[in-house]
Every structure is written in structure tokens, then in C-alpha cells.
């Protein structure tokens, strides 16, 4: 049986037989530069953490090795945060998430602790990317995730269906190697 636990800016998936959780998301802050409609934080008060918690860290350590996600709001908008955070974790032996829009790769290729990237890329065409991320940003997520492909990091692209590209579903699952 799994059950979550939120902690201000910490959530445990826990499987009950195990002694520690198998997946962490830390949340560095609420800060983003979209505008998405379905955002699960849209009113959210803008609180960012300038440090996570010597004894989460503690609690962390023991835990090692196990997946943690680094997410927000956008984690790259917090560039010293997520390499300091980052950093000590991979050193603790986790295995490192980040979950972005991807905007910002460059950041994200400069960091050689991350183990994966997950990009947000809601539609195959600008109209859609504008539609579902309030920006015109779709030309920069998609060189980003060339680039860090092309970098050697391993990149999952996350793809929420909506009314906006559910016609574009059939064709994401056919392009998704076009985008190496």
C-alpha cells in the first residue's frame, strides 16, 4: 500500500514493506516564467527556499540510494540552489531528477550530477506550446532538448493531454525521434 506525505516542500512516495521511500520530490520554489493554464500552483504565494534543511539532508543520507526529483515552479529559475542541493545529493549516491519547461538547458547542461531531465513539451507546433504554456517558447524547448540529448544527458519528455493537442497525440508518439 503507498501513501504520500507532504512536508512544506518535500513529498514521500512510501511502498509500506520498504524502510524508506523510493521517490522524493523537492520543491526549490513557486516561482515559473509560464503562464499554464492547468497549473497546479497558479495561486500559490510565491515562497522560495534559500536552503533545504541540515536534518532533511541527514534524513536523506540514510536513505541512500533512492530517485529524488527537483522540481517547482521552474527548479532552473534557482540556478545556485539546484547545483548546491543537486550536487550533495548526487554525492550522497541518488539518483537526480529535474523537472522543467527546459527554457533554460543551458544551466542544465553545465550540471554533470543530473541523471535525468524531464521537459515538459505540451504540442508539436508553436500555436499549441503558446496554447498550453502561455509563452511562444516551443523553438527554444525543442533545441534544448536536442542539445542536452546530443549532450549525453537522458531526457523524458512530459506530455499532458488536453483538449488544446489531443489530435497531436498520434503524431508526438511518431516524432519523438526526431527530436535527437
Known amino acids: 500500500m503507498n501513501y504520500d506525505f507532504k512536508y512544506d516542500a518535500i513529498s514521500l512516495t512510501r511502498d509500506q514493506s520498504l524502510s524508506h521511500p523510493v521517490s522524493i520530490c ?15 500552483n497558479p495561486d500559490v504565494e ?58 533554460h538547458y543551458e544551466r542544465l547542461l553545465r550540471m554533470d550530477w543530473v541523471d535525468r531531465v524531464i521537459v515538459s513539451l505540451p504540442g508539436l507546433s508553436p500555436k499549441t506550446y503558446q496554447l498550453m504554456h502561455g509563452i ?21 519528455i512530459n506530455f499532458i493531454v488536453s483538449s488544446y493537442n489531443i489530435s497531436e497525440v498520434p503524431h508526438f ?8
Open 136 to 156: 511562444n517558447g516551443f523553438n527554444t524547448a525543442v533545441k534544448g532538448i536536442r542539445s542536452m540529448v546530443n549532450a549525453g544527458k537522458k531526457v523524458t
Open 173 to 180: 508518439l511518431k516524432s519523438r525521434t526526431n527530436l535527437r
Open 26 to 40: 523537492l520543491v526549490l520554489g513557486y516561482r515559473c516564467d509560464l503562464n499554464c493554464p492547468y497549473c497546479l
Open 46 to 103: 510565491l515562497k522560495d527556499f534559500s536552503h533545504i534543511d541540515t536534518s532533511l539532508l541527514n534524513l536523506l543520507s540514510k536513505w541512500a540510494p533512492i530517485r529524488i526529483v527537483l522540481t517547482g515552479g521552474e527548479p532552473t529559475l534557482y540556478p545556485e540552489l539546484l547545483s548546491q542541493i543537486g550536487s550533495t545529493l548526487k554525492k550522497m549516491g541518488h539518483f537526480i531528477i529535474v523537472s522543467t519547461h527546459g527554457l
